[in-house]
């Protein structure tokens, strides 16, 4: 099973821009050709983690440097690092459209010490391990503004074939396609939870996202395979972008005003 959520092309606005990495440098890709441009502002660090606040860019490089490209200028936030947080974050999500939630790695395997978000503004607020669970998990795809998924067990994935109980739901939430996409639990890798990422159709149709053969696990984001990275479609193919690298992040052009998370 290949650990990562990959990119969800739906999920963003039709005027956002795919920004990926190619040699260390941030370049904006056209996911149907690949073919890319160099970011005009590049971080004075390359970039390990990537996402969006609003209109801005959020980076964290790998010597922990948190970097905003805001108002046509990279700033440093803060820094991560030390009392049991490593440097290289987790992910970054943009579950709350005007802020980038940066998800901590602990310095023990598997464990998520906290989180800390940086709005559209240049706020930061750091959120311990406590505060950063009622955030939900720390691999959500869809923005919070799609509200929560429907908690039953898919009709699709309620019998098992081998006439077992129905599976236990790791990953529940709304489909920026329609209809939720959902990971019933598999074998867990170190104290992270894992199973394979399927998409449940508004008709009940469920649909397990594959890559090359192998089933897509529901963790990670704008990760790769490798150095590749992967773009799903609302048709369920998934497909390798050409000639960029991971991180990558959907940045829009312009970013609706919400709440910030608490």
């Known amino acids: 099973m290949l650990s990562l959520l990959f990119l969800l092309a739906a999920a963003a606005a039709p005027d956002a821009r795919l920004v990926c990495s190619v040699d260390e440098q941030l370049v904006v890709v056209a996911p149907e050709t690949g073919t890319r441009k160099p ?40 820094r991560l690092g030390g009392n049991g947080v490593q440097k290289w974050p987790l992910r970054i999500d943009s579950r709350y459209s005007q802020w980038a939630t940066i998800w901590l790695r602990g310095d023990d395997p598997g464990t998520v010490p906290g989180a800390i978000g940086v709005s559209a503004k240049g706020e930061m607020r750091r959120y ?22 429907d908690r039953a067990i898919p009709k699709a994935l ?13 990953f529940n939430e709304p489909s920026p396609w329609g209809g939720r996409l959902v990971a019933p ?16 159709g508004a008709d009940g149709t469920a649909r397990k996202l594959e890559f090359e053969g192998q089933a897509l696990d529901f963790k990670g984001a704008a990760a790769g395979v490798g150095r590749r990275v992967l773009l799903a479609s609302p048709d369920g ?26």
Do not use: Y
Request: aromatic content about 4%.
């Open 158 to 170: 309620a019998k098992p074939m081998d006439g077992g109980p129905p599976p236990e739901l790791l």
């Open 128 to 149: 311990n391990s406590e505060d950063a669970d009622k955030m939900g998990v720390p691999f959500r795809a869809a923005p919070r503004t799609l509200g929560e998924a």
């Open 185 to 200: 639990a598999g074998e867990p890798e170190g104290d992270l939870p894992s199973g394979p990422l399927v998409h449940v």
């Open 237 to 262: 193919r998934v497909r390798a972008i050409p000639s960029v690298q991971p991180p990558c992040a959907w940045w829009p052009a312009t970013a609706p005003g919400s709440g910030a998370p608490r």
């Open 39 to 78: 970011l005009e502002r590049q971080p004075p660090q390359a970039a390990v983690a990537l996402g969006a606040a609003g209109d801005t860019l959020v980076g964290v490089s790998a010597s922990g440097a948190v970097l905003q490209l805001r108002d046509g200028q990279w700033r440093e936030v803060t």
